[in-house]
């Protein structure tokens, strides 16, 4: 009979487990170990909190951290922490840690300097006492009433310490000698007493009695406990909009301002508790991890996490980081209780091939021929089809019928979501062999379901699927039904219009990547993400990428929800975005530092107004309603400052070093915990730059620093790129040596100023009058030297012009000899008066080549003709350019290029001048034999082109001369697509500075 109600009762528990609304909830909170990177004394951890500054304090069994992320700072025997445990910690007064040790010690961290509360020893030799046979008793907690009074719980005591005396609250007379606890509520300053409740328990019937004040209201108790418990000692008490929460053994009770009283039963000893008015109340149970509840005035909905752990303290940051200490395994961190993941036992951890929601309902593929169906948190499993291979990748409801896509077969599901019918396609027009569809995806209109396989699309008639439209260039992945008529498809390759009426698949441009997933938005347009080229929106037929910015991830999945945001998954997290044409697209990253449990993210869907996502890591949600953006600005402290390798007292106002002080390194605390890729640090030193640097770590470092006065201004940037609200500022001084100080330096440089004065002053007289006299000898000697060469070449040209005259009579042609002996009068007259000028207008010039090579078309009758074109931006009268450098170039055109030509083929000559800038550029170009011809040519008659060689010179002087008017020269020999020489091109610029 025993082992019969033994059998009843364990049936009874698993019932009860089973049917708690602690174990039907499927999301639990997501936290990861951070023990490792913190590298703490002990994994066995007691307490944690987060002072006013945003340090993080863990109690551990081997001493107590001081934590900052990239900083910790261990309190121990080494530095006057003698017992290293620590079972209480609190900042009462801001800037002051309370401690409360394993050796019943009471003390104060200020400053990072540890010392002995003035009660401490008071407390300590009352605690020692034995008491009703305990030799052994321990501190564990310290209230406060409201005189201010220190209301310190021990293992089976309560006493209150006063300015003056010490008093045992514990069996006081006055109090009923069945109460065994009495709870005193005054706000903020709610306290317990212990009235030796292990005596006061009712083992008959299991219950204790416990007495609450309020005022002049007060109300016993009775507390049922579960049969056999082992009762706890460690009892916590805290107070939030009025109402109290005190934990006995595994019970909370809940006590509101007229001492309506609600218990709760956890499945083992509560061994925490922590309660925030923004962030709710945390429950600490032994090897059952943390209950959290959002809102405590709804006590039925709740989180839960870290199973199988004992969470022995809870703290939410102010960046709303969750940090948890256990007593096996550490410190645990999530950087957002709002981010929650399913619970593993259903199979959720895996990689998704399906995640939709229809009607509330969200249908999730995780395993092979498996669906599952998530609703009001409890998930329903359903087996498939058998076949081995179907992954299952879509669902949709189509006139009150169910359609399932999978890779292996199309299928109609029931109400009860079992497969009742199967669609097939023929693969001819007989319809004598019908096919499997290996599906992608489903779609719809208003008439019709459309199925998409790699290759083709089918619509859905009568339960059998027909083909439409032509087979696709390229492996199809997703689609969009624009209406009966056009389809969009997402290929490997990029995008297609199908017009089924026309039987055309058309490719979008713009497009090459692989298209991932394509939906339609409010406005009839469509999004289409893709894996490679980021994200584009199809307006009317017209194509746009969306800027999303640096976030042009690999995107997986898109969907948008009621509020009109659009959520993306990628690569690196989840992106959200907001269309708007005023202010514009604003684009959100979300990654695991905001609280995801991986930054892969694979499928998306919404349901309930919380977007549940995929991962390799599992199934993850949140609301879409909040904001996962770390607004938090952080801050940035000085951990320690080193000059020259040695540590230094930085507590003035202004740090004053030495000349040879002028090496410095700063350590900072940056209190920042979520690690993203946007954290950094912005600095600037006044004095030595203004702008701001920035660094990823948490070390700044000046070297050889000068003597100055400097203003070193840190801010810290956190994960989601927000700034401080007010910048951490170090002024220090370098004090120069005496004999760099200014007055030092003042008399020293005029000392040497007024010698230095006399003796340049000397000096550079004799090099300026030595630099007059060899200037102008300079400049006699090349304008000598230009003149001498302009009268050689003027010769060179004169002789050349008489000989044509000479050739005219010779033939007896004495019409054309007169009158080209005017014209020869005129443009000797033009070169004589040229002559006397280094530079001349290009009007001057221009009117000289024309009549230059009037005579030589005269002489040579008409056998070429030319063209002069002038930039009608160039000021012809008022540009100079070098005399007769142009005409020299145009008469070894005329010459030795145009006159070789055969006698069939007309000869060209141009002259271009043009400017860009300061630049003038004159090019002359000829369609001749070529410079190679021309010197077979002149080889032959022995013939040596003096010109040429005298305009090389005179650029050469004239550049030396004036440096300021560059003159540079390229000769370019031109050929046709036959390699044949067809002409030559003087190219002269004239750079002005």
Known sequence: MKAKRLKRFYIYIIIVFWISPHYLYSQELYFSSISNTQNLPSLETYNIIQDSKGYIWICTENGLVKYSRDYKKIFDKRNGLNENSIYYINEYNKGEIELFTSDNRFLIIKNDSIQEHKFSRRIRDNINLPYRGTLFDIGYSINRNLENDLIVNSKVRTFKVGENNIEILTNDLKIDSNVAFIIEKGGQNDY????????????????????????????????????????????????????????????????????????????????????????????????????????????????????????????????????????????????????????????????????????NRTFISTQID??????????????????????????????????????????????????????????????????????????????????????????????????????????????????????????????????????NLNKIQGINSPVSKIISIKDSSLLIATKGQGLFQLTKGHIKKINLGEHNYLLNDIIDDKYGNIWISTSNGI?????????????????????????????????????????????????????????????????????????IDFKEDVINLTNKENSILFNLDFLSYKKGKDEKILYSLKGLFNEFRQTNNSQIYFENLPPENYELVIYGVNNDGIKSEKPLIVRFTIQPAFWQMKIFLFLMLTFVLLIAYFLIRNIIQNIKEKER?????????????????????????????????????????????????????????????????????????????????????????????????????????????????????????????????????????????????????????????????????????????????????????????????????????????LNNPIGTRVEIYIMNS
């Not at 981010?339 to 593993?344: E, H, S």
């Not at 859905?460 to 439409?468: D, E, F, P, R």
Request: with cysteine; glycine share 6%.
């Open 370 to 503: 498996n669906l599952q169906i998530l609703k009001q948190n409890k998930i329903r499993k359903i087996s498939l089809i058998g076949t081995g291979n179907s992954d299952v990748v879509d669902i949709i409801r189509f006139k009150n019928k169910i359609y399932l896509a999978t890779k292996g077969y199309v299928g109609v599901l029931d109400e009860n979501f079992k497969l009742n019918n199967q669609i097939y396609y023929f693969t001819n027009e007989k319809r004598t062999r019908k096919v499997n569809i290996t599906a992608y995806q489903l779609d719809k209109t208003d008439n019709f379901l459309y199925v998409l396989t790699p290759a083709i699309l089918l619509k859905v008639q009568n339960n059998k699927g027909a083909v439409v439209g032509k087979a696709f260039n390229s492996k199809a992945r997703c689609f969009k039904m624009f209406n009966d008529e056009i389809a969009y498809l997402g290929c490997s390759d990029g995008l297609y219009m199908m017009n089924i009426k026309n039987n």
């Open 192 to 359: 317990f007493i212990k009235n030796n409740p292990n005596e006061k328990i009712n083992r008959d019937i299991n219950y204790i009695i416990i007495k609450i004040n309020s005022g002049s209201k007060n109300r016993h108790y009775k507390l049922n406990l579960s049969k056999d418990s082992r009762i706890d000692w460690r009892n916590r008490i805290a107070n939030m909009n009025g109402s109290t929460y005190f934990t006995f053994h595994d019970k909370l009770l809940k006590i509101d301002n007229n001492l309506n009283i609600e218990t709760y039963t956890f499945p083992a000893v509560i061994t925490s508790l922590y309660i925030n008015s923004k962030h709710g109340l945390w429950i600490g149970v032994t090897s059952n991890g943390l209950f959290h509840y959002p809102d405590p005035k709804n006590m039925k909905v709740f989180s839960t996490g870290l199973k199988g752990l004992t969470v022995s303290g809870t703290i939410v940051d102010n960046e709303g980081g969750t940090w948890c200490t256990t007593t096996e395994k550490g410190v645990f961190y999530s950087s957002s209780y709002m981010v929650k993941q399913f619970n593993v036992l259903n199979d959720l951890n895996k990689k998704t091939t399906l995640l939709k929601t229809i009607e």
């Open 773 to 977: 006299e060899k200037t102008k000898i300079q400049k006699l000697i090349s304008e000598s030297q230009i003149r001498a060469l302009q009268a050689q070449m003027n010769p060179h040209f004169i002789f050349n012009a008489i000989n044509s005259i000479q050739n005219y009579i010779l033939n007896k042609k004495e019409d054309e000899a007169y009158d080209y002996l005017a014209r020869f009068s005129k443009l000797i007259r033009m070169v004589l008066n040229n002559s006397r000028e280094n530079w001349i207008s290009i009007k001057n010039e221009l009117e000289t080549l024309e009549i230059y090579v009037q005579l030589e078309q005269l002489r040579f009758q008409n056998s070429f003709e030319y063209f002069i074109n002038i930039d009608e931006s160039l000021d012809t009268y008022n540009t100079e350019i070098p005399a007769m450098i142009v005409q020299t170039y145009v008469e070894n055109a005329i010459w030795h290029g145009i006159m070789n030509l055969e006698t069939n083929k007309k000869g060209v000559l141009q002259i271009d001048f043009s400017k860009s800038g300061n630049t003038l550029k004159i090019v002359v170009e000829d369609n001749g034999v070529g410079r190679k011809k021309s010197n077979e040519f002149k080889n032959h008659n022995y013939k040596k082109s003096l010109g040429m060689q005298l305009v090389s010179e005179r650029i050469k002087l004239a550049n030396e001369q004036d440096p300021s008017n560059h003159i540079t020269l390229t000769i370019i020999d031109l050929y046709d697509d």
């Open 575 to 647: 992106l959200k975005l907001t269309l708007k044409e005023k202010p514009g697209i604003k684009v959100i990253n979300l990654n695991e530092s905001n609280g995801l449990i991986s930054k892969n993210i694979g499928n998306l869907t919404v349901s309930d107004n919380q977007l549940i996502f995929s991962s390799s890591d599992g199934l993850g949600v949140f609301p879409i309603t909040i904001d996962l953006i770390n607004k938090h600005r952080p801050n940035v402290y000085i951990n320690s400052i080193l000059v020259n390798d040695k540590p």
